[in-house]
């Protein structure tokens, strides 16, 4: 029997806030019910650092070791990889998502790991780990990229997702130390009945039905799949009854593609008498697209607050036509409006988000965006645009030569959208300069309170309002979900993350 290590990565290390993390639990649950086993090592919720890592892989000896993480998290697991292979020389080390999955090349290139997992990971990881363990050639594999013994790079052709998602088994989350993540629950989300919050993540769908050219998602070259509503009523049931769960985050890229599939599911969650809040992640023509009547779209949102929901999370991205075309985003930005002021109508907080920097920007489109969001009394979550691999506009930045050595640059990128790389024709204290300006009149406009260090990276609102006596916002405790710039705020639960 080999012996097999998975390792769940942190992505914030110390962070007040942390997440059960869906996908790396799916692998693992796949591999449970094809009988694999193996220990687990989780860096995130023991916010293990650098040194407890390489102790603990100094200390143990493994076969095959399996990570995996998003592609802003390239440095770390570079270093994670070599680190593991140093002690495990003879370990075959395998990396799934979009770290290794959306550049197998520059990833595998670049550190030691000797598998790349392409796009959904379950049925692929399992598959080569079972050939490893049996001594069986894996190498024609689908879905797998890795270094040939002369060092190049084979890439074998896609693995076809599995169709349908309500095939795989229900996460079992037997390995996570559960109730150390419900004491660092999502703070701002707010539980049903007011009790001590106990969120839990539940993937409804998987992809989406768009390709917006600053994005790119593990499930890409899928089609966009989405669970039965009885399926996730089931895992919600679950939660609930098993763990406590009072809140739920949808964590999908979209959660719903179309009015009726939404309506569907709040009405599943209706009939099913389950008492707990949720968000999810939604486009701006669910609410807003006139395609449906205004009534139409009401009763849909009012359905969906009658199911618990409190927040949903989607994006503006930028008030400017020209700019939206440029982004594929297939939006006009009045929908933006249209859905913000239906979902005020009916008591659900927006969470949105902006992002700047696209070639064409210019001091008027930031100016139109900012105009927007007080049009829909909105305060967003804002972002400089940040070219990923895979990404149109990745492939711009290379194009146009503002990327030229893709390790060095994925080396480089910050987490939170900082201005990594400018591509418009202005300076970077130009556009840095007319962001800060724009969200200081929003902020004064709006009257929120925030200080001048937490306008771009706010940090929450309610203790700023207090703090400032400002006047209480138009939205409820749980206002910073989905967006990432602000992974420490104050909490429901009385405790102060912000400082
Ligand atoms: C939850 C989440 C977060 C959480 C993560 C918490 C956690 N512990 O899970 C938080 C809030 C921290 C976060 C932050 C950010 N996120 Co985020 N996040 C998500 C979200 C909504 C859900 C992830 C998820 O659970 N997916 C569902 C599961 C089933 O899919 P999966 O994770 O991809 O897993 C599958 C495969 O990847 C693979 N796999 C995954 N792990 C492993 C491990 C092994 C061993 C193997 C073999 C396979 C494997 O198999 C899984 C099953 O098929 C996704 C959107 C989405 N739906 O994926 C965005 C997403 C991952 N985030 C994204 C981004 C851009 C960010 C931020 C940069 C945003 C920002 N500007 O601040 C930050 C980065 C933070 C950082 N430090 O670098 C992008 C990633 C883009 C990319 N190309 O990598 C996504 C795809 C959203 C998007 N469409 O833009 N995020
Ligand atoms: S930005 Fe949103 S709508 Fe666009 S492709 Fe990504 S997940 Fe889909």
Known sequence: MKNILIVNPSLRLNSQTKFLPVGIASVMTFFSQQSIEFDFLDVDINDLDDTDVEEFLRGHSYDIILSGSIVTHYKWMKWFVNTAKRYNPNSKIIIGNSVA????????????????????GEITAAEVVRKIIHGQDWFNELGIAYKTSNGNIKI??????????????MIDWQYFETEKYFKKSYAGAHAVNDGEVRVMPVVT??????????????????????????????????????FDANYITFWDDLSFASLP???????KLLDS????????????????????????????????????????GYSL???????????????????????ARILEEVGIHSSISVVFGYPIETPETIKEAFQMCYE??????????????????????????????????????????????????MSDEKVK????????????????????????KTGGYNQHSKANKARKLKRDKNSLILNYSEAEFESDLGVNYSS
């Open 376 to 425: 829909a009394n909105i305060y967003p979550s804002m972002g400089y645009l940040l070219p990923l691999p895979s990404t149109g506009m990745y492939e711009y930045a290379k194009k146009h030569k503002y990327i030229t050595d893709d390790d060095k640059y994925l080396d480089s990128i910050t987490e939170r959208q900082d201005l990594c790389v400018n591509m418009t024709s």
């Open 317 to 339: 991205e930028s008030a400017n036509e020209e700019i939206l075309k440029m982004m594929n985003k297939r939006i006009h930005a009045d929908y933006f409006l249209e859905q």
């Open 156 to 169: 074998n052709e896609k693995r076809k997702s599995l169709k349908k998602l309500d095939e795989f088994p």
């Open 273 to 312: 008498g389950l008492q707990f809040n949720w968000n999810a992640a939604v486009r701006v023509d669910l609410f807003g697209n006139p395609k449906h009547s205004r009534s139409r779209r009401l009763e849909v949102a009012q359905k969906f607050k009658q199911a618990g929901c409190m927040d949903l």
């Open 261 to 267: 599939q939404a309506e569907r599911f709040a009405d």
């Open 101 to 120: 999955g959306s550049i197998p090349e520059i990833f595998l290139k670049n550190c030691c790991a000797d598998i790349a997992i392409i796009g959904e």
């Open 205 to 242: 769908a998987r992809g989406c039905a768009f390709k917006c050219t600053f994005c790119h998602y593990v499930f890409w070259d899928d089609p966009y799949r989405y669970r039965s509503p009885k399926n996730i009523a089931s895992e919600i049931h679950r939660n609930i009854s098993r």
């Open 433 to 456: 300069g007319l962001i800060a300006e724009g969200a200081d009149n929003l902020n004064s406009k709006l009257g929120i309170g925030l200080a001048k260090e937490k306008l771009i």
